[in-house]
């Protein structure tokens, strides 16, 4: 038996003023993505927005619907739109915030697995890591620069590829 260990790093933000213009900046688009969200079963709001290295930011948020696994992610809505819309420019970074309408959200909230596995298939795609943002709309924000301090198991299977 071998016992391995991961070590994962981050950094973390006491409020916006905190981080740079440009991270800033994002944020704040992500905030603003918050108002698209059609969340009426959660009615919990998550906003993204994602800085590709051309300059273009691409915003997404969360889309439900009745039969709730054809719901999608804020994360997923905006990165498959880079990918539809910009599919060979790099993604550089991303931001992610959530609001509820039932309850204060007082820490970021993290992203979910299936994002993160595809956040991880973009850095593949694209050989360069992502950086990524969460952050409350209250202040504590994670900087976490590359997937793999997210999701060190992430499925990257070259096999799959003939
Ligand atoms: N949600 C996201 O948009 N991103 C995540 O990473 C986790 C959860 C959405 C899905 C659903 O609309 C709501 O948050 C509650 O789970």
């Given amino acids: 038996m071998d016992q391995k260990t991961f070590i994962i790093s981050y950094q973390t933000f ?5 981080l740079n213009q440009e991270d800033q900046s994002l944020c704040n688009l992500a905030e603003k993505a918050l108002d698209s969200s059609y969340s009426p ?9 994602i800085q590709l ?63 993160l596995q595809v956040m991880a298939e973009f850095e593949q795609r694209q050989k360069k890591e992502i950086e990524v943002l969460f952050y409350c709309l209250n202040g504590q924000i994670i900087n976490a620069k590359g997937i793999k301090n997210l999701l060190p198991f992430a499925f990257v299977e070259d096999r799959l590829v003939k």
């Fill in 14 to 18: 006491h409020n916006l003023n905190a």
């Fill in 53 to 115: 290295a051309n300059g273009i930011v691409i915003t997404g948020s969360n889309q439900e619907n009745v039969a709730y696994p054809s719901g999608l992610c804020a994360e997923r809505v905006a990165l498959f739109t880079a990918g539809a819309t910009h599919p060979n420019v790099v993604i550089e970074k991303m931001a992610i915030t959530a609001r509820s309408e039932d309850f204060e959200i007082a820490r970021p909230i993290a992203s979910c697995g299936a994002c």
């Fill in 41 to 49: 079963y959660s009615k919990f709001r998550v906003g993204t927005a």
